[in-house]
């Protein structure tokens, strides 16, 4: 696939000559109005498209990243951010376009996205971002703020009955297209009326309890004599992950009474699977009134530059305590191409003491640390003390 390039050739109608004069000083559309062609040259997503050999060719870089940074910033869907480039003259005026330049289609940022991941820097606008603001003279200080916020989950969470019936079913398909033979052999182990072909609940008496224990205990067999016919099978790929898969879901909210009849445990797995079709989201607490599920995203922000500093994501029901090391990590140090272009001068990641940081075991200075008392552990606090942070975090009360 050929790279889109950005037309370098100025035209009388480009968006900055008309009004680049009335974008504000200091403003992010002005910055990459006038700095964006440097931060993101024609080969800043080559590395994404090397496997592809035909198609139109890409939309430039520089339109790209300028639309999604703009989207992030905004706070905008993919179909608002591109209505923006349509129609709004400082998001034409930052990609570098005329005034009558078409929009992309909003799956382009859906399939950016997805290449982004799969590559080796898919936090390349982040890292590439700090790292201007550091050659620049930001991000110089010694403090963070870290909090949490939730990221909501758009898959349906799902009882177990749904759990379990699905994993089978995806076990089943697995093996169809891995080993026809296993397959076979598989089913002729399963014991309900039931060819686990369609979606959803199967038939039952919902309002009879003792219908859904039958139910669940004839699902939790299944699930078993499964998992016994695959023991001692080499299984690979997605047959692998099924399999895997199936033994978490089955042992997860069920167990065996006295009179080995499976039925739902009266308790709730630590680090429980809420759905099959997302396994890593999980059931998580902001507070103990306030419940979501799916993921948590961990933010380190410089207060005084008000910026991002670091990011991380995590299952929902991950401790913001368990992620403060990668929250505080120093950048790597280099600088994207045209550093120099951007700042008027050599890139140098240096840092300046104001007076809050501390020298930890390395000889490099540690942050001083602000965040509520999900930070402010016992031992949480005395393992950032050591490595030279100095915690100013709220100390949960004594229950």
Not at 365 to 380: I, L, P
């Amino acid at each position: 696939m050929a790279l889109g390039c950005e037309v370098r050739q100025g035209r009388f109608d480009d968006v900055m000559l008309l009004v680049g004069d009335q974008l504000p000083v200091g403003s992010i559309y002005r910055l990459l109005a006038e700095h964006g062609g440097a931060l993101f040259g024609d080969e800043y997503f080559a590395d994404l498209f090397k496997a592809s050999t035909r198609g139109r060719p890409t939309v430039p870089a520089r339109v790209v990243a300028t639309v999604m940074l703009l989207q992030a910033y905004e706070g905008l869907s993919d179909r608002e951010a591109c209505d923006r480039l349509a129609f709004d003259l400082r998001w034409k005026a930052a990609a570098g376009l005329t005034v009558g330049a078409a929009a992309f289609h909003p799956t382009v940022l859906v399939g950016m996205r997805n290449r982004l991941r799969a590559s080796d820097r898919p936090r390349r606008l982040f890292d590439d971002v700090n790292t201007i603001a550091r050659a620049a003279g930001l991000l110089r200080g010694r403090r963070r703020v870290l909090d949490s916020t939730p990221l909501f989950d758009a898959v349906a969470t799902q009882d177990t009955v749904i759990q379990l019936r699905a994993v089978i079913r995806k076990v089943l398909s697995a093996a169809d297209r891995a080993d026809p033979v296993l397959a076979g052999t598989v089913r002729t182990a399963l014991q309900r009326d039931d060819d686990y072909a369609t979606l959803g609940k199967p038939p039952c008496d919902w309002d009879d309890p003792a219908a859904r224990e039958a139910l669940v205990d004839a699902l939790v067999r299944d699930a078993l004599a499964v998992l016994a016919v695959l023991d001692g099978h080499e299984l690979g790929g997605p047959l692998a992950e099924a399999a895997e898969l199936l033994g978490l879901v089955a042992g997860q909210d069920v167990e065996a009474g006295e009179d080995g009849v499976f039925r739902i445990a009266r308790r709730v797995a630590r680090d429980r699977l809420i759905s099959t079709v997302d396994v890593a989201a999980r059931h998580g607490h902001k507070s103990r009134a306030r419940t979501f599920d799916g993921y948590k995203s961990h933010l380190s922000v410089d207060p005084d530059e008000e910026l991002i500093t670091n990011v991380a994501v995590t299952a929902a029901n991950t401790a913001d305590r368990e992620v403060i090391d990668e929250l505080l990590a120093e950048p790597a140090t280099g600088a994207p191409a045209d550093t120099e272009s951007v700042t008027g001068e050599p890139y140098a990641d240096t840092a300046e003491d104001d007076g809050c940081g501390s020298q930890n075991g390395s000889g490099s200075k540690g942050f001083e640390v602000y965040g509520d008392s999900a930070y402010a552990g016992g031992a949480t606090l005395d393992e950032q003390t050591r490595r030279g942070h100095d915690m100013r975090a709220k100390v949960p009360p004594v229950r």
